[in-house]
């Protein structure tokens, strides 16, 4: 596993180095941070204390990516966690498919948990959103764990985008995730279904063209749980930061 990140990384080093020195304006770097009460991942909670979950994106012009996140724990969650200290990091490489009728995405995710005493796993995933009329948008994602899992979640989403001024937005969004019955397992389900749902209000106001801050509430919940156990967390929020150059 770690000659395989460590491969992965050195390749797409090596490739963005070649990129930025063939076309240098055209590499695109952003960093960012979310500051939230609970951790929750498809409806599961993974922390139900605070955490800051910063991310770095560089990308090109041709469409390829690369993405690191990270989620710290500011305290203790069920015996597993323990604060102050980096419980995951996913890599994420992907590439934005130049197609005109709609957005297409592909990509891989390695997901590592160097603390938690977890396994460490792999996605292959792709994406497809449509804008269906100005502000309202639209977007099926499919995930496939590829190592440990070898199971598949995939989740429908709707957003409607509400702009007050140039500067300053909201957006509402619902999502529907379901899941086979190998992914419901790793997650203490027994059968596979509809999986999960949340429903969410984000905020979003550019201080400058580089520097944007934001605010967000989520409410999330098990759609049969007999796919999704009960969780712990159901409603959280926090805010953003992101920062482009």
């Not at 999330?220 to 999704?228: A, E, F, I």
């Amino acid at each position: 596993m770690k000659r395989g990140i460590f491969g992965l990384m050195c390749f797409f080093a090596a490739t963005f180095l070649t990129l930025n020195a063939a076309y240098p304006a055209n590499v695109d770097v952003s960093l960012g941070a979310d500051i939230s009460n609970a951790y929750v991942w498809r409806g599961i909670t993974f922390n139900d204390e605070g955490v800051i979950q910063p991310s770095l994106d560089v990308s090109h012009a041709i469409g390829l990516g690369v993405n690191v996140w990270g989620n710290f724990d500011l305290g203790d969650f069920d015996g597993a966690v323990e604060g102050a200290e980096f419980s995951e990091v996913d890599l994420t490489v992907y590439y934005n498919v130049p197609i005109e009728l709609f957005d297409l995405s592909v990509g891989y995710i390695d997901y590592l948990f160097p603390n938690a005493g977890a396994l460490n796993t792999g996605e292959v995933y792709f994406s497809v959103g449509k804008e269906l009329l100005k502000g309202l948008s639209t977007g099926i994602s499919v995930y496939f764990d590829v190592d440990e899992v070898k199971g598949v979640y995939g989740n429908a989403s709707i957003a409607y985008s509400i702009p007050v001024d140039e500067k300053l937005s909201f957006e509402v969004g619902a999502a529907l995730g379901a899941a086979d019955k190998d992914f419901a397992v790793s997650a203490g389900g027994t059968e596979g279904g509809f999986f999960d749902y949340n429903l969410s209000l984000t905020g979003s106001y550019s201080v400058t063209d580089s520097l944007s801050l934001g605010a967000f509430l989520k409410y999330t919940n098990s759609v049969d749980t007999d796919v999704l156990p009960d969780q712990i967390t159901d409603i959280y929020g926090g805010m953003s930061i992101s920062y482009s150059f």
